[in-house]
């Protein structure tokens, strides 16, 4: 990205928020058009329309902290870094995907960017980022764990015995809720009992915040509080971030007609976090329709490389369907005392 | 050697891998302050704090998760179960997450954790105490499952299951709590995934594990009275799955009984069966027959739960059919 000598360091950081959002939306509509084509199989969750979400909390991360999430995971992948190669190979289920054509859309996961998945069970994965964060505590760390899930994940009991246990223990955990209205297709109010469901966090008095997940930079500043108390208090937050899909719930269902209507969706896309950020950045006199242009092309090209990089990605061989199913162990030593008794 | 208990051998083996590793740590209901359900964690809160030694709220779902993550992040976890009757709450994050991590993440993460806790029956505790989950488990890739029956084997299959990169289910026995049996003073391990024959004869095999190698042995000494000889053999891990020792034993034999604590359905022998007459087709003299709980939850009354357990007289019933006595 071009830099101007009169770009402020906030106008740095929306460029690059803008960069990656937009990265993300283009990525997203290449998927979507693979599946299209069957280059891409099983089930498939875009990010569309919550771009905001992933990019903003990310974004305020350090390197050693760490990133999990549900299988709607894909921005969140690439905002924490992931090469779009590796991802749409991934997606591809070829041998140079992050996990080598064995985890697919829903698992994606970075060892090196502390990543740690990409879970395909609602609400499972939460237990995990509580685990992650006692890890942190255990080794007297200060680095924070960052949980994406969706607002379905809430009325599940992992949910509930995550937060008891991280606010009981005083963990550096954060856990953002993505709530983008349906659980599937099942709205919020026809499954919660309380819609502010940030309220949740009152059963473990733990800390909570409502944020707009359509503004980036609310995204962000409210992460920014959280991670803040994670790091220096060890004390978790629950963040709802109140979003918006635009597409299905995967792939194979429709955008609108049956649980949502077309206007409800409408009204949302008018809304749209890419285009929110980029009438703030034009607003500012630090953004151009030539920009924009320029950046939308770079991001083209680049998502047209991860396609065919993908495209060309050699399958997995046959041989690697029995590798990674267990690690290899050291030998530990011999049995001592071979054929001891026991007494019955 | 040391006479001590089966739990005191799970607690040296718990003791010295915290000692051996500091990133080792046990987690679960009860097992700081109040010593263990079991007594299995007996002292561990002293030695070691209460940063290693971790009481949860009851939420096996919930500390189970937490297991996973940690170990996902550098951790050896242990997570004790009061018993896995309660673990079946947590088994989307044994089976789900520990088992699969390392395959769907491609390599990137695995899972050093083990699963510990009673399993089966114990005495009057009815149908939702009184369950062996060994089949469940063992039918999961990515786990594996070790039952012991003695304090040797206990002490040395746990150390080992501790020092694992891969998650580890251990289903002790709560009737086995206060079994007595030699523990050398020295330490020692137990190779994951490798059977002991534990009494030799030539007349029939009778294959099991756990707390069932206990009701072989016996019914083997009372066979041995009539002048039947029975090769015991203890599987020690039911997966991987010795299929060696089992097959070498069958070859010597020529007939095979599998006694198991669990329900016949899909249960362990079916498998143990399926693997011997893969192996040992032309070496069987007599169809494969096997002991297991009656095909009922466990009733309470003391002569009903009798009746529903595998025992020593089916199982000696079980080798004279194999034998066409």
Known sequence: MPRKKSDTTDTQLRRELMQQMLLIRRFEERAAEAYALGKIGGFCHLY????????GAISVLREDDYVIGSYREHGQALARGMA??????????????????????????DRNLNFLGGHGIVGGHIPLATGVGFAINYRGGDQVCLCFFGEAAVNGGAFHEALNMAALWKLPVIYMIENNRYGMGTALERASAINDIAERACSYDMPNEVVDGQDVMAVRAATQRAVQRARSEHIPTLVEVRTYRFMGHSMSDAVSGTYRSKEELEEHMKRDPIALLRTEMEKRGEWSDADMTKLDEELKATVEDAYNFADASPEPALDTLYEDVLAESAPVGEAAGAGATTTH | MAIITYRDALNQ?????????????????????????????????QEFGEMRVVDTPITELGFAGVGVG?????????????????????????????????????????IPIVFRGPNGAALQLSAQHSQAWESWLAHIPG???????????????????????????????EMLYNLKGDVPEEEYFIPLGKAQVKREGDHCSIITFGKMIHVALQAADQLAKEGIHADV????????????TIAASVRKTNRAVVVEEGWEVCGMGAQIADVIQRECFDDLDAPILRVHQEDVPMPYAKNLERAAKPDVPKTIAAVKRVLYL
């Open chain 2, 70 to 110: 940690a170990a996902m992040v550098g951790l050896r976890p242990i997570i004790e179960f009061m018993t896995w009757n309660f673990a079946l709450l947590a088994l989307d994050q044994v089976v789900n997450a520990a088992a699969k991590m390392l395959y769907m993440s491609g390599g990137q993460f695995n």
């Open chain 1, 84 to 109: 779009p190669r590796v991802i749409m190979s991934e997606l591809f289920g070829r041998s140079d995907g992050s996990s080598h054509g064995k985890g697919g859309s829903m698992h994606l996961f």
């Open chain 2, 13 to 45: 083996a718990l003791r010295e891998e915290m000692r051996h590793d500091d990133r080792v740590f046990i987690m679960g209901e009860e097992v700081g302050v109040y010593q263990g359900a079991y007594k299995v964690s007996k002292g561990l809160l």
């Open chain 2, 143 to 173: 786990l594996k499952v070790v039952t012991p029956g003695t304090p040797y084997d206990a002490k040395g299959l746990l150390k080992t299951a501790i020092r694992d990169e891969n998650p580890v289910v251990v289903l002790e026995g």
């Open chain 2, 233 to 244: 053999v203890d599987l020690l891990t039911v997966r991987p799955m010795d299929v060696e």
């Open chain 1, 48 to 55: 569309i329309g919550q771009e905001a979400v992933g990019v």
